[in-house]
């Protein structure tokens, strides 16, 4: 079993170009890959569209590169808890696509199963339907929405071995597992990297077939 390569925060911050698609795991800041996120801020790197649930809080998690204005755009379910993300929309600045948080995690999976997209009943007869084809099975009418994939996934997990094997704990599931599915490199910011066999295989969230290199968070 092949070891993955162990990037600083740095390293993997200078893996992302401006213009890139990242997705960032986590669900407001919990399980967000916060040591890389602050290696981008630090990089300067522009023009980013971001997919992630939220845009978290001002002063964590993605909310850090909606402040410092590297984000163009942003795919997300909420914003409520980042005024800034308002701000921005308002004067033009960001560009906004609100999607149903169940539709997100669903257009993510997508992708990564290898899916030409998902039906839903959401978002039927709202704004959200607006340019999107809709497919009629029997006598309901569904939604197609297209998945969602990125040039680099950031993710965060509790617990790595060195090939890449994953334990998420808790609320750190929300998005991080699906989103080492869609992205064509995959970095975890790891809160404890483990030397091979010291945990049995079925423990593990996601195999390390999914994860291309890791992060070792350090001290908080």
Known sequence: MLEKPQLTPEQAAAMIKDGMTIMIGGFM???????IIDAIVLAGTKNLTIIANDTG????????????KQVSKMIAS??????????????????????????????????????????TQ?????????GKEKIVIGDKCFLLEKPLHADIALICCSVSDKAGNAIFNKTTKNFNPVMATAGDIVIAECESIIPLNQIAADR?????????????RGNE
């Open 204 to 216: 593990f969230n996601i195999p390390g077939i999914f994860i291309d290199y890791l992060v070792l």
């Open 29 to 35: 800041a919990v399980g967000t890959p916060e040591k």
């Open 122 to 130: 959401t978002g039927l007869g709202t704004l959200v339907e607006q």
């Open 78 to 119: 909420h914003i409520g808890l980042n005024p800034e993300t308002g701000r921005q929309m308002a004067r033009g600045e960001l560009k906004m696509e609100l999607v149903p948080q169940g539709t997100l995690v669903e257009r993510i999976r997508a992708h990564g199963a290898g899916l030409g997209g998902v039906l």
């Open 57 to 68: 809080l001002i002063n964590r998690g993605v909310g850090k590169l909606i402040v410092n």
